[in-house]
């Protein structure tokens, strides 16, 4: 069973920068792509961006493409989030999550383990 616990939300002014870090354990992290999701109050969550089990391709989201960075380390059972430009609409509660899927994902549906989120709020 994977468990994925994320840390490094919290509150920040628009225009700063936050590292998100989802660390794995139980089940084999370098056979799982990983992504980020994230859900604003009172909307659907949506995804973020995911990564390749190699860390070769990755995906974003339109909305976080030059500004959000995906990256893991397969040493440190470890996936990280760097977001930079930070807009008050980025505020979210962000979710780590794996899939076993065979090819990179980009729906919810498709993730198998999820983290229990972290909150990263973004003031104007």
């Known amino acids: 069973q994977v468990q994925l616990v994320e840390s490094g939300g919290g509150l920040v002014q628009a225009g700063g920068s936050l590292r998100l870090s989802c660390a794995s354990s139980?089940?084999?992290?370098?056979?799982?792509?990983m992504g980020w999701f994230r859900q604003a109050p009172g909307k659907e969550r949506e995804f973020v961006a995911a990564?390749?089990?190699?860390?070769?391709?990755?995906n974003y989201a339109d909305s976080v493409k030059d500004r959000f960075t995906i990256s893991r380390d397969n040493s440190k059972n470890t996936v990280y989030l760097q977001m930079n430009s930070l807009k008050p609409e980025d505020t979210a509660v962000y979710y780590c999550?794996?899939?076993?899927?065979?090819?990179?994902?980009?729906?919810?549906?498709?993730?198998?383990?999820w983290g229990q989120g972290t909150q990263v709020t973004v003031s104007s």
């Open positions: 139980g089940g084999t992290f370098s056979s799982n792509r």
């Open positions: 999550a794996a899939s076993s899927f065979a090819t990179l994902v980009t729906r919810a549906m498709e993730y198998d383990y």
């Open positions: 990564i390749s089990r190699s860390g070769i391709i990755i």
